[in-house]
């Protein structure tokens, strides 16, 4: 069994701060995690993956993510925010099947203040 | 990205009457899915299919019916829509599973009545 949560549905940062969204995962064998980004009246895009190897991974738009086997984390960042950084995101965890079935968090909404 | 369609994009319809929505993806991806999304429960996953003809269920299969006849066509039926199926609907294709990427349309906004 697998499940995702994600701390915090409304996350507010100022242009140029950090952006930190948080996911917690439960999962009985080692997970793939993946953080997704959906814009107003579009689909799911996906911003990275971990899967194995290296622990911090980066993905597009300078965010980057890293995996804490130990916290069970996988926490969304990003040195700098900009206005077009808000969108809502959601973390998902995959088990590592083939059928690629992946459990959502409840998405955490990222405003951008000027 | 995947060329990855879905119609219609907005429906009204009544309760009661049956409902189709349509995913089309022009990639040849194997797995194809269909997914809801409601406000303070991200996505969750419907039914899946794995190839021509082979689908499962997800974990909201309840009402929801599917076919897969062709690889780039993936068909969602509510068979006799309800109000608690006001939702978007979200397809998604890969071309595998496991770590494989998955690639979603714009989805379909469904208001049943």
């Known amino acids: 069994a697998q499940s995702v949560t994600q701390l915090g549905s409304h996350v507010s940062v100022s242009e140029g701060a950090l952006v930190l969204l948080r996911c917690n995962y439960s999962?009985?064998?080692?997970?793939?995690l993946f953080w997704y980004v959906q814009y107003p009246n579009q689909g799911l895009q996906l911003l990275l993956k971990?899967?194995?190897?290296?622990?911090l991974v980066k993905g597009i738009n300078g965010f980057e993510a890293e995996f804490k086997k130990s916290e069970t984390s996988f926490h969304l960042t990003k040195p700098s925010a900009h206005m077009s950084d808000a969108a809502e995101y959601f973390c998902?965890?995959?088990?590592?099947?083939?059928?690629?079935?992946?459990?959502f968090g409840d998405g955490t909404t990222l405003t951008v203040k000027p | 990205d995947a060329g990855i369609t879905q119609s219609p994009r907005h429906k009204v319809t009544e309760t009661g009457t049956p409902v189709t929505l349509r995913c089309h993806q022009t990639?040849?991806?194997?797995?194809m899915y269909w997914y809801r999304q409601d406000p303070g429960h991200g996505l969750r996953l419907i039914h899946y299919?794995?190839?021509?003809?082979?689908?499962d269920k997800g974990e909201v299969s309840d009402g929801y019916s599917v076919s897969r006849s062709k690889t780039e066509d993936f068909l969602l039926t509510l068979e006799s829509a309800t109000s608690s199926q006001t939702s978007v609907y979200f397809c998604?294709?890969?071309?595998?599973?496991?770590?494989?990427?998955?690639?979603f349309g714009p989805g379909t906004r469904l208001l049943v009545l």
């Open positions: 998902a965890v995959r088990l590592n099947t083939n059928a690629g079935k992946s459990t």
């Open positions: 999962s009985s064998v080692p997970p793939y």
């Open positions: 998604a294709c890969s071309g595998a599973g496991g770590i494989e990427t998955q690639y």
């Open positions: 299919s794995y190839g021509v003809k082979d689908t």
């Open positions: 990639e040849n991806h194997r797995y």
């Open positions: 971990y899967t194995t190897g290296a622990t």
